[in-house]
């Protein structure tokens, strides 16, 4: 199972042709599409329960929500499916998004709400040494490289940090997020969802660590 040259070609027309005339005309395009898309998520799906627990796997609707935003295009240009690791025992998503030239997997924290966001300020600022060894760790560096990603960062200290901390730098993030990006050619290849799945694998040294800080307090006891 892999995406289809045709499915990628489809998500290059919409781009082009980014109105509801034009959707509804290529419907059935849209459905052999999706329906591509929705079977390598599955399998993806599967193979994440091989050395994960997933609760929830969700395929992103393709209609977009404009009724706040600058773009009015009614369809987002690429398939995304997220990857709901086990509620408050484990915390945290992987997510594998397909569009052309801009394909990416991440997993991590996105956006923590303000108790595990406060949780995780609190183990940096006592002890980063943990996530830094994780961060240089050689599976982690082969495919996320050696940093967390962060879309949404503080310009200063955390209210009640240490601006001048030593890992100010993790301080400063709203979410902890490792990203891989591939070309078409990856995405289009027999081998992509074995890639996909080696590098959900190497994210589980991510995941454990802070799944432990979020199920336990600064003394390492658990909370749950």
């Given at each position: 199972?892999?995406?289809?040259?045709?499915?990628?070609?489809?998500?290059?027309?919409l781009h082009n042709n980014n109105n509801r005339d034009w959707f509804a005309k290529t419907k059935t395009t849209y459905q052999t599409a999706q329906k591509n898309a929705k079977e390598v998520f599955s399998l993806i799906h599967n193979e994440l329960q091989s050395h994960d627990e997933i609760e929830k796997?969700?395929?992103m609707r393709?209609?977009?929500?404009?009724?706040?935003?600058?773009d009015k295009t009614p369809y987002k240009t690429h398939f995304g499916n997220s990857f709901s690791r086990l509620g408050k025992d484990l915390?945290?998503?992987?997510?594998?998004?397909?569009?052309?030239?801009?394909?990416?997997?991440?997993?991590?924290?996105?956006?923590p709400n303000k108790e595990d966001l406060y949780r995780i300020r609190k183990e940096i600022e006592?002890?980063?040494?943990?996530?830094?060894?994780?961060?240089?760790?050689?599976d982690h560096q082969k495919y996320f490289g050696n940093k967390f990603e962060s879309f949404n960062e503080l310009k200063t200290a955390p209210r009640g940090f240490d601006k001048n901390h030593p890992d100010i730098d993790l301080l400063r993030k709203?979410?902890?997020i490792s990203i891989r990006k591939f070309t078409?050619?990856?995405v289009l290849s027999k081998n992509f969802t074995h890639e996909v799945y080696e590098s959900y694998k190497a994210l589980r040294p991510?995941?454990?660590?802070?799944?432990?800080?979020?199920t336990t307090n600064l003394n390492g006891e658990t909370i749950i």
């Open positions: 199972m892999q995406f289809e040259k045709s499915t990628f070609q489809y998500l290059k027309d796997s969700k395929m393709i209609y977009r929500d404009v009724r706040f935003s600058i915390r945290g998503s992987y997510f594998l998004r397909i569009k052309p030239g801009e394909s990416f997997l991440a997993g991590g924290f996105w956006e006592l002890d980063a040494s943990d996530i830094r060894v994780l961060l240089e760790n050689d709203k979410g902890f078409d050619l990856e991510f995941f454990d660590l802070f799944s432990e800080i979020l």
